[in-house]
Each structure stands twice: as C-alpha cells, then as structure tokens.
C-alpha cells in the first residue's frame, strides 16, 4: 500500500506565500518523478511543476518564476513554494508519484488526496 499526504494548503493574500509539502509512504522501492497539479473549480486538472529523481525540474509557464519545486529523495518527500501568488493560482493541490514499489514492479502513479488554496485579492 502506498500513500500520498499532503499538507501545508490554507488561505492566504494575493502576494503572500505557502509551501506544500507531499510525504510519500508505504511499500516504496523507488520514486522516479514527483509533481505537483492544480484543479480550480470548473477546469481540468494542469501540470504545476515535476521534478526527477536526478533533479530535472519543468514548471508551467504560469508558475515559472513564482514557485519553486524540491524534493527530498531520502524522505519521499516533495515541496512546492509557492511567492507572489495570485487569485488565480487558488485550487486544489495534488502531489503524485511515479514509483516502483519492488524490484522487477511495472512503475505506477500514485496521487494524494488534495489541499485547498486560496489566495484573495
């Protein structure tokens, strides 16, 4: 079994700051890539941004000098800091995986449940 938590979501103002954090857990072998998506209401869920095991990171272009995206490889963990954030950068917040939980697995994506931000104008 493999779980995703999320955490670090809440509601901020336009200009402020958040971090999330993503901890990954249970029967992990190994994690290839870790990322983060958004869902606002009444649109599809977008990419935010991913990061490799190595470190090869790619942002949307709406994000791109406003978030920073890290990870800890020893704690299966991922951070999204998110500066100067905007009313439109309010959704929810997915973190997933793309792991493998054995040697020989077939490499599987696992998603966490979702935190909210809001930022007001």
């Known amino acids: 079994q493999v779980q995703l938590v999320e955490s670090g979501g809440g509601l901020v103002q336009a200009g402020g700051s958040l971090r999330l954090s993503c901890v990954a857990s249970?029967?992990?072998?190994?994690?290839?890539?870790m990322g983060w998506y958004r869902q606002a209401p009444g649109k599809q869920r977008e990419l935010v941004a991913v990061i490799t095991s190595g470190g090869s990171i790619n942002y949307a272009d709406s994000v791109k000098g406003r978030f920073t995206i890290s990870r800890d490889n020893a704690k299966n963990t991922v951070y999204l800091q998110m500066n100067s954030l905007k009313p439109e950068d309010t959704a929810v917040y997915y973190c997933?995986?793309?792991?493998?939980?054995?040697?020989?697995?077939?490499?599987?994506?696992?998603w966490g449940q979702g935190t909210q931000v809001t930022v007001s104008s």
């Open positions: 997933n995986a793309d792991l493998w939980r054995f040697l020989g697995d077939s490499q599987r994506r696992y």
């Open positions: 249970g029967s992990i072998f190994s994690i290839n890539v």
